[in-house]
Every structure is written in structure tokens, then in C-alpha cells.
């Protein structure tokens, strides 16, 4: 019995070592090169280990000569991957939109809220960044994929006025190609929380974008738990986390009719 069990444990560990291999080899090089580059600023290759480039860039399926537009790049971290990924024979469109709430205080209301960090210089010849109001939401048409990351909450938020989400959903399949992909990947709220954590914890209820984002016509191609974190109790905000929160991978699909 305890050889059947020793060779059951034995095999089962070498089933994850199979997978894991297959994982692996599943990164396409062109991502794997992207992410390996050693011109990438160091900072970025630190957050490496939580953001696991390589394997979500391959579940977006993002490839040489796509175009590309990117809603809210923060700092840049995805962009500079992007932009290699893609070369010379693609384009990364960049979109940050404005906030609403940098208007100077009447009197005596203290000062305004401090701008948001401006993003790093582009890694690329390849990029073009563009900056609307959320009512003005808009992104070059015939894309391949349309990419948010830990910010899809935020446009629930008053600094963008709140967003009309249908607006940007809509505005977000309009620019895909027939076939392309919209990646929203975020941080994760207690489930039937809907938008209830988008201000205060930065997470947001992953069925709540799900509902907004197919109702605009997507449909839902697949969802990956490569950043699931089992251990967040969705009670604390993102920022005091370090990295660690639990975070969703949702892909949708513009339908090819």
C-alpha cells in the first residue's frame, strides 16, 4: 500500500512538472524575448514575479504585427512589453483619460489632489498616447487587442466622472476588429460586492464586469486564475497588499458576426 501511494505521489508530481513544462514552453518567444529584455527598466523586472508577464501576455495572445490599444498604461509597465512584442510591423495605442476631480478647490477647501505620476519615456517608436475625457472615450479602429489592467474599477470612480461603462464597453468592441480580444484583468472583491469596494479598497466584483463588458456584445472566451491569491480575504485595500492581492484574467471576444 505505501509503495502504490509513494509511486501515486511520484507520478503526480511528475504530471505537475509536465505541465508546468508545458506552461512554459506555451509562452510564445516573442513574449518570452519582450519580458527577458534587459533594456526593461528595473523596476518593472521586479514586479515580474507577481504581474507574471509571460504567461498572461500569452493568455491575451498577443503577437508581432497586432495593433494594440492599451486603456490607462499607469506607468507603463505592460506598454514597454507591448511595443516589443509587437515590432515595427504592429502599433501600441496608448489612452489615459482625464480626471474630473483636479479642478482647484473654492476656498479654504485645501489644496487639489496631487496628479497622478507621469508615465516613463516610451521604450518604442512604435507607440502613439493619446489623452480624452471619459465622455470622449474613443480608440483607433481594427484592433487586435484592447488591454486594462488593475484600473477597469477605477472608471466607477469619480475622478472620471464616474465613466458610462456601457459608453466604454461599446467604444472598446467598436475599435476591435471582428475576432479581436478585450483583456480586463483586476483586483478582486468579496463576490456580489458589485462596484461597492471600486473607490475605497481599489477592487471591484469580477461578475459585475462580466455583466457590463457582455453587454456590450462581447462574448467571454476564457478567464485564467494565473493571478488568483486563494489568501486575500478581499477586506483590505490593494495599495497595503504589496502586490498580493487576488486579481482576475478575464478575456472577451468581439464575435466575428
Not at 176 to 187: R, S
Amino acid at each position: 500500500m505505501r509503495i502504490r501511494t509513494a509511486l501515486g505521489a511520484l507520478c503526480a508530481l511528475g504530471l505537475l512538472i509536465v505541465n508546468a513544462t508545458a506552461a512554459a514552453q506555451a509562452v510564445p518567444e516573442a513574449i518570452r524575448a519582450a519580458v527577458a529584455d534587459p533594456t526593461r527598466p528595473e523596476a518593472d523586472r521586479a514586479r515580474d514575479p507577481q504581474r507574471k508577464p509571460a504567461e498572461v501576455l500569452a493568455f491575451a495572445g498577443v503577437k508581432p504585427g497586432d495593433r494594440v490599444g492599451e486603456l490607462l498604461p499607469g506607468r507603463g509597465y505592460f506598454t514597454g512589453l507591448f511595443c516589443r512584442i509587437v515590432g515595427s510591423a504592429g502599433h501600441v495605442y496608448t489612452l489615459n483619460l482625464k480626471r474630473t476631480d483636479q479642478a482647484m478647490p473654492p476656498p479654504g477647501a485645501g489644496a487639489p489632489k496631487a496628479p497622478p505620476p507621469a508615465p516613463a519615456a516610451p521604450p518604442c517608436d512604435n507607440i502613439t498616447a493619446d489623452t480624452k475625457a471619459a465622455a470622449d472615450f474613443a480608440l483607433p479602429a481594427g484592433l487586435d487587442l484592447v488591454w486594462t489592467s488593475e484600473n477597469y474599477h477605477d472608471l466607477h470612480n469619480k475622478m472620471f466622472g464616474p465613466a458610462d461603462m456601457l459608453l466604454v464597453d461599446k467604444a472598446v468592441f467598436n475599435a476591435l476588429k471582428p475576432g479581436g480580444v478585450f483583456i480586463v484583468e483586476d483586483h478582486a472583491a468579496e463576490a456580489g460586492s458589485g462596484a461597492r469596494d471600486t473607490d475605497t479598497l481599489h477592487r471591484i466584483d469580477p461578475a459585475l464586469v462580466r455583466k457590463e463588458v457582455l453587454a456590450a456584445g462581447f462574448v467571454l472566451d476564457g478567464e485564467s486564475t494565473l493571478l488568483h491569491n486563494p489568501n486575500d480575504p478581499h477586506t483590505e485595500a490593494v495599495f497595503k497588499l504589496e502586490g498580493t492581492s487576488d486579481k482576475f484574467l478575464l478575456k472577451f471576444r468581439r464575435p466575428l458576426k
